[in-house]
């Protein structure tokens, strides 16, 4: 089947997302647009497009072999993928292996420290509200998802973050937490968005260094060559 891009559908801060001839598919176009704190920081991370795109592929394709279901269909270009249409759900699931960024803030800890059991927290995914933390009762309060598609969420979440470790750990990276979105498509709760250095916290099993977006967040600096890193490795495996 050839993939031709419609009319664009939608444009974030990191992809766009344009109609296929297929309405069931649609044709999601990664930039190197950077953004932090809610869109008060912007740049560009060159390349970051390839990166993300590949690597979000490779980890798609991974995880669907673990019979965990994606919206991934097929890699168009190097900064391109065909994905199911789905429905997203405007929750952001995030799950923590260790205390970092948002939740060491916000609890007065260092980061650093494992979190046994794993944390699974959801954001309500709004940028003028700065996607504010909600809890299982808000999400079926609002009606933004039912109590069984909680369950599939947060089971679905619990076994990607067991997939996730194992091959961020072969790559020599610790995945220290990261954050998902899911969708409705075809009667079915599939994974959406990405799954690359923008989303996922990585730290480098040897030297302890950040490996993801907190280079571009922080100014640390070396940010293209991190994930540039990154694709290496994750090709490698
Ligand atoms: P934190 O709550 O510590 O800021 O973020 C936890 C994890 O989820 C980090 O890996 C972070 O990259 C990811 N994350 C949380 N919210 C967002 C978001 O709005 N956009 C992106 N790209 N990642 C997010």
Not at 22 to 27: E, G, P
Not at 128 to 137: A, R
Not at 186 to 215: F, V
Request: aromatic content about 6%; overall charge negative; some cysteine.
């Amino acid at each position: 089947m050839e993939w031709n891009k419609g009319a664009l559908l939608y444009e974030g801060k990191a992809k766009k997302v344009y109609e296929s001839d297929d309405q069931r598919y649609v044709i999601v176009e990664y930039k190197d647009d950077a953004t932090a704190f809610n869109g008060e920081k912007k740049g560009q991370i060159k390349d970051k497009r390839r990166v993300n795109n590949l690597i979000s592929a490779k980890m798609f394709g991974i995880l669907e072999e673990r019979g965990i279901p994606t919206h991934y269909v097929k890699t168009l270009k190097d900064h391109e993928m065909v994905v199911k249409h789905c429905d997203i759900i405007p929750v952001e699931v995030i799950v923590r292996n260790v205390a970092a960024g948002g939740m060491a803030k916000k609890l007065g800890i260092d980061e650093g420290g494992d979190l046994i059991p794993p944390v699974v927290e959801y954001c309500l995914k709004s940028d003028s509200l700065s996607d504010p933390m909600i809890n299982d009762d808000h999400i079926r309060a609002l009606g933004l998802a039912t109590e069984e598609e909680m369950e599939i969420i947060r089971s679905l979440s619990l076994r990607i973050n067991e997939v996730l470790k194992e091959v961020y750990l072969k790559a020599g990276l610790g995945l220290v937490d990261f954050k998902l979105e899911f969708g409705r498509h075809e009667g079915e709760i599939i994974l959406g968005d990405e799954i690359s250095p923008d989303t996922c916290r990585l730290w480098d099993i040897k030297t302890g260094e950040s490996m993801d977006k907190d280079r571009f967040r922080r100014d640390l600096g070396y940010v293209e060559e991190a994930y540039q890193e990154v694709l290496k490795r994750i090709s490698a495996l």
